[in-house]
């Protein structure tokens, strides 16, 4: 098993450096984003490119090793979680919601709800369920009170038939997985993702919660008007929204998604890439987990996901036949305006 080592891999190239800061600079108004960093890999050389700052006046520029929040980047963890629950036959894709649940029916159409649906975002759920308005106490810190028993409450009255089949991209299916995996397993949703995804491929700073000594590394988060903002707390919807990590462990990952390192792992996760719905946005279907976007006819495609919280915004993605792979963090809810897919398209052009 072939073991993928930051250390080992990381390279400088100059020509890199250069167009990667006109593109950044020109495409995004760093004026207002306290600090960005990029990742990528490129065939067999990783890069990290750091700019600006990691809280505005610091001084200190992002590294591989800064702390961000990934919002529903965590939407891949899950799905490359359940992909490996799948594969050691402890859940099928196929399997009813609700046998998780005693005592609930989820079904539309007289079909029953599965993890399927759920984790393509086909299950017709909504982006949040509609009491969780009346269990927010602090709108800075939005999802801290919703538990478990909220969410079950929510699905009781939720009717089904009311939604339309197509893809409809939910947060509440993502918390709903993470129940499922409960009950299934008897382990929490943060043990089963440690022991089964995280330890393995060595991501040892994606966390849901954060020492003491994590906090120094955290880059610190802007509102849109510049305000520093306090990172979020989460029950429930931890699995959908609620990770921190680092370039150098989403780099991990991508680098198992691209066939790198840990090919076992390599395999199991190719389900998650498999093609499932579509959605309305031209060019873009929905796999498990990730987006599939095609950019034009004849090409490869792109496997990515962003994350938006109140002070972060992520980019991840890929393209396999090329083997190519970047990392887009930045510690300001201004928009980026697509940089991360801009870059990737920029290095699958042949930068050189």
């Not at 894709?93 to 609700?98: A, H, R």
């Not at 008897?186 to 022991?195: A, D, H, P, R, T």
Request: with cysteine.
């Amino acid at each position: 098993m072939t073991i993928f080592s930051m250390n080992t891999l990381l390279a400088q190239n100059k020509s890199l450096e250069r167009m990667m800061k006109r593109l950044i600079y020109s495409e995004v108004d760093m004026s207002k984003v306290p600090g960005m960093l990029v990742g990528i890999i490129d065939k067999d050389s990783t890069y990290l490119l750091g700019y600006e700052e990691t809280a505005s006046g610091n001084k200190l520029k992002p590294n591989g090793e800064t702390i961000w929040e990934i919002g529903s980047v965590t939407k891949v963890l899950t799905a490359s979680l359940l992909s490996i629950l799948v594969n050691d036959g402890t859940l099928s894709y196929e399997d009813p919601v609700d046998k998780y649940l005693p005592g609930m029916s989820l079904e539309r159409n007289e079909k029953k709800i599965t993890l399927e649906n759920l984790v393509s975002h086909t299950a017709g759920l909504p982006k949040l369920p509609y009491n969780f308005g009346q269990k927010e106490s602090d709108f800075k810190d939005p999802y801290a009170n919703y538990t478990e028993n909220d969410l079950l409450e929510f699905l009781k009255k939720f009717d089904f038939n009311l939604v339309e089949e197509e893809y409809q991209y939910s947060h509440v299916g993502y918390a709903l997985l993470a129940v499922v995996m409960e009950k299934a397993t008897g382990q929490s949703f943060n043990s089963l993702l440690q022991e089964k995804l995280l330890t393995p491929l060595d991501m040892k700073d994606t966390k849901i919660q954060l020492s003491e000594e994590d906090r120094k590394r955290m880059a610190q988060g802007y509102s849109l008007i510049g305000k520093p903002i306090t990172p979020w707390n989460f029950q429930v919807f931890g699995s959908a929204i609620g990770y921190k990590s680092t370039a150098n462990d989403l780099l991990k990952l991508l680098a198992v998604c691209l066939g790198d390192s840990h090919l076992d792992y390599g395999k199991i996760m190719e389900a998650t890439l498999q093609e499932q719905a579509v959605t309305k946005i031209a060019r873009v279907k929905m796999a498990r987990g990730w987006h599939i976007f095609n950019p034009r006819k004849n090409y490869h495609n792109v496997y990515a996901h962003s994350g938006v919280t109140d002070g972060f915004r992520v980019y991840i993605g890929f393209v396999k036949e090329n083997h190519t792979a970047v990392v887009v963090m930045s510690n300001s809810e201004v928009t980026t305006n697509g940089i991360g897919s801009v870059i990737l398209q920029s290095i699958n052009k042949n930068w050189r």
